[in-house]
């Protein structure tokens, strides 16, 4: 099977400017999580969607935001971005049910913020 | 409380050495412990994991001990190599869906 797959790997924006973030996850997992990863704060939890829901959201303000498609893809929304949002933005899918706490990472959206 | 707690930081490790990483958690609803590795420009790779119920757990090299009373759970690398080099995350799924919470990170660097 094909891993999980983020688009695009590298992005580049300014201060207020928003970015939207993909992400298709493994055949068949319907539970997609983001995660921030940035030197200072490590691997922050930002929110999990499932069947088109988010069931689970971190402390992060308003200004990210996300949704899952019918077809269990998910996007990430940033929007008025700020220097401090410059991190790697990771997706991970996970089956659900069974055996379903694995979650598997894509390589990661590098967002830098100038 | 969700933290995770990892050390060392950083680790270097002797070709052929055993490394050890260790993890303690506070939240007791975690249900789940997965170790991740992490290399360079890629996305973290589940390594290993293991449910609280199980003390032990082994898949090759790597070695998962856990000990609930104590709340805290380690990885074992036995017979380290070269290509083990990488950072190694601890975490604890909890606190509703899938939902991970992870450790600081161990930098292991294993030398010839």
């Known amino acids: 099977k094909a891993g999980v797959t983020q688009t695009p790997r590298y992005l580049i924006k300014t201060r207020g400017q928003q970015v939207t973030l993909s992400c298709s996850p493994i055949?068949?997992?319907?539970?997609v999580s983001w995660y921030q990863q940035t030197p200072g704060q490590g691997l922050q939890f930002l929110f999990e969607?499932?069947?088109?829901?988010?069931?689970n959201k971190g402390n992060f303000p308003g200004r990210f935001s996300g949704r899952q498609f019918s077809n269990s893809r998910s996007e990430m929304n940033v929007s008025t971005l700020e220097l401090g949002d410059s991190a790697l933005y990771l997706c991970?899918?996970?089956?659900?049910?069974?055996?379903?706490?694995?979650?598997?990472f894509g390589p990661g959206t590098r967002l830098t913020v100038t | 409380q969700q933290q995770v707690k990892q050390s060392p930081q950083s680790l270097i490790v002797q070709k052929g050495g055993i490394s050890i990483i260790n993890c303690a958690y506070e939240?007791?609803?975690?249900?789940?412990f997965p170790w991740y590795q992490q290399f360079p420009g890629k996305g973290p790779a589940l390594l290993i994991a293991?449910?609280?119920?199980?003390s032990e757990k082994k898949e090759g090299r790597f070695t998962i001990s856990f000990n609930k009373s104590a709340k805290q759970f380690s990885l074992h690398i036995m017979d380290s190599q070269p290509g083990d080099s990488a950072t190694y995350f601890c975490?604890?799924?909890?606190?509703?869906?899938?939902?991970?919470?992870f450790g600081t990170g161990t930098q292991l660097k294993v030398e010839l």
């Open positions: 991970a899918s996970s089956p659900v049910g069974g055996t379903g706490r694995q979650q598997y």
């Open positions: 055949s068949g997992h319907r539970s």
């Open positions: 969607y499932f069947s088109e829901t988010q069931r």
């Open positions: 939240n007791t609803a975690f249900d789940y």
């Open positions: 293991i449910r609280p119920d199980v």
């Open positions: 975490a604890g799924r909890g606190g509703g869906g899938n939902k991970l919470t």
